[in-house]
């Protein structure tokens, strides 16, 4: 691939459930790839492959046999696919079951494969400002970069990776066991021991992304439940760009742009708790889960730092929502807070007036629940 290959990779997809080897994991990439450079807004969802596209797959030229073509898109024709998202008309949540691909027709005239597509899948490649609309954000993944892997999982676990990095910054990034073995596909007696499965799995992906992935990934904490490892604190420095072209790039040369990795309140965020999300608004909400979501707000300290951030946004405005204007003032004032609980658990939080009280009072005078309590009452014609 002499060119750069940048899928856009909706996120919902990336944490789709569905197992395949590294080969056809790379092809089936290539054609949503294709799918979206190809996308003409016509009524047939397809794309066309070539034989120079499988020579990216096949890198022995060798195996770049008809057979081992028609045999490997059978595979993923077979090969379902699991994934949510929400229903453009009814706004409700459907899991979307289906074949990676669809029928395959070969054009002896030219030496082209005609790949067909689920609507579904073939929408959410390509319709990015609908997708956009029901909160589905996009993931840039580099295919030239991600075909160095030689795992399936190895591909998978970056993708998970990729979701939530940020460019040259080193974030944390938790996902329950749990999760990881369902998106991976994992029968019960795979690896069913968290040690095997770190031992023969896990180590194995991280060890290959270090070494081929410009990005760097250890683990932070294993959090244990019962008495069993629950979820795994990953530490991600992703040196990887997250945009690859500039403003002189022609969309229609290329595909389409979405907005890279938009953050909605219906995108689920993995163990992202956000307590009052209906004081934002669907901007500010997204800001909010972007700007954040290395931190857990389950835990008391930083839930209670939130709350009176909220309240003091809400008290200086005289709003009933933190809205783009005051989304600056939130953030300082939330940043300025988080960081005093990192620095000391002890500081004293000083006093602030607000309409909620008569006389001077400490928000540390408040528990989290009483401070939920508060905002409620405050806003209470927002939980109706």
């Not at 073995?181 to 029968?187: I, W």
Request: charged share 35%; with cysteine; proline share 2%.
């Amino acid at each position: 691939m002499i060119k750069k290959e940048i899928l856009m990779q909706p996120n919902n997809i990336i944490k789709g459930k569905y197992t395949c080897t590294a080969l056809e994991n790379k092809l089936f990439y290539k054609i949503l790839f294709n799918a979206q450079k190809q996308n003409k807004d016509s009524s047939k969802y397809t794309c066309m492959l070539t034989r120079d596209d499988f020579k990216d797959v096949f890198k022995n030229n060798n195996d770049l046999t008809q057979k081992n073509i028609n045999d490997m898109l059978i595979t993923l024709h077979q090969t379902i696919l699991e994934f949510d998202y929400i229903d453009k008309d009814t706004k409700g949540l459907i899991t979307y079951k289906s074949g990676l691909i669809g029928e395959s027709k070969y054009i002896h005239d030219g030496d082209i494969y005609e790949i067909n597509l689920h609507e579904i899948l073939y929408k959410h490649i390509t319709d990015f400002l609908q997708m956009q609309k029901v909160g589905n954000g996009y993931t840039p993944l580099n295919l030239e970069l991600l075909f160095r892997f030689k795992g399936a999982y190895t591909q998978r676990l970056y993708t998970f990776f990729r979701l939530w990095s940020r460019e040259n910054k080193t974030v944390e990034v938790k996902y329950k066991l749990e999760n990881l073995r369902y998106y991976l596909k994992l029968e019960s007696d795979m690896y069913p021991e968290y040690k095997v499965f770190k031992q023969k799995l896990l180590k194995r992906a991280l060890n290959e992304i270090n070494e081929k992935g410009n990005m760097k990934v250890e683990i932070k904490e294993e959090l244990r439940k019962n008495r069993k490892i629950n979820e795994i604190v990953f530490l991600v420095q992703d040196h990887e760009t997250r945009k690859y072209f500039d403003k002189k790039v022609d969309d229609k040369e290329y595909i389409k742009k979405p907005v890279i990795n938009e953050i909605s309140a219906t995108d689920e965020i993995i163990d992202f708790y956000v307590p009052n999300k209906k004081l934002f608004t669907q901007k500010t909400l997204n800001d909010f889960m972007k700007e954040f979501c290395t931190y857990d707000f389950k835990d008391i300290n930083y839930k209670k730092a939130l709350q009176e951030s909220i309240l003091i946004t809400l008290e200086q405005d005289n709003e009933e929502k933190i809205k783009v204007k005051a989304y600056s003032y939130f953030k300082k004032t939330l940043t300025n807070k988080l960081s005093k609980i990192k620095s000391t658990s002890n500081k004293h939080i000083p006093k602030v007036k607000t309409r909620f009280h008569n006389i001077n009072q400490t928000f540390n005078n408040y528990s989290p629940d009483e401070l939920e309590k508060i905002l409620k009452e405050s806003q209470r014609d927002k939980f109706k």
